[in-house]
């Protein structure tokens, strides 16, 4: 192999190992329990990670159920209210429901995605009823 046969070929292993998702910027809202049953999963208790690091898909991502256990990297930009977002931190939440039709309805409607009490207060404080993020698939 040439230098640059390698060259190449390193950089499409690269690319490979490490697939580029790009962030995209949204809104999430939160929802409370009741969480059950949902679009996705039904009763099913063990759709829910242990962490509980979960949310419900909005219309824009929801992609017709094909969304339905999708792993999504999500951080908090900004806020309504300064100094509402942990900027530090980053979540990874499973999607396991549709937001416009989950058990307890979100506490607004036509946000990106809808994040658990937990997933919220992971990268917020004072438990906004909306923030917004950047969030990527894993
Ligand atoms: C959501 O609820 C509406 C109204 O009941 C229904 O027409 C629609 O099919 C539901 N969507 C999903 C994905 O369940």
Redesign the pocket.
């Given at each position: 192999m040439s230098i640059s046969n390698q060259l190449k070929f390193f950089i499409l292993l690269f690319f490979h190992l490490f697939p580029i998702h790009r962030a995209e910027v949204g809104t999430a809202a939160t929802y409370n329990p009741p969480y059950t049953p949902t679009?996705c999963f039904g009763t099913d208790p063990s759709q829910f990670p242990s962490n509980n690091l979960f949310a419900a898909a909005g219309d824009g991502i929801?992609d017709n159920?094909a969304s339905c256990g999708r792993q999504y990297l999500v951080r908090c930009i900004s806020a309504a209210r300064a100094n509402t977002c942990k900027l530090d931190q980053t979540i990874q939440v499973r999607i396991v429901d549709?937001a416009?039709?989950s058990t307890s309805k979100p506490s607004i409607s036509g946000t990106t995605m809808v994040l658990s009490v937990t997933a919220l207060n992971t990268i917020a404080v004072s438990s906004p009823s909306s923030i917004n993020i950047e969030f990527q698939q894993v």
């Open positions: 679009k929801w159920g549709y416009p039709n």
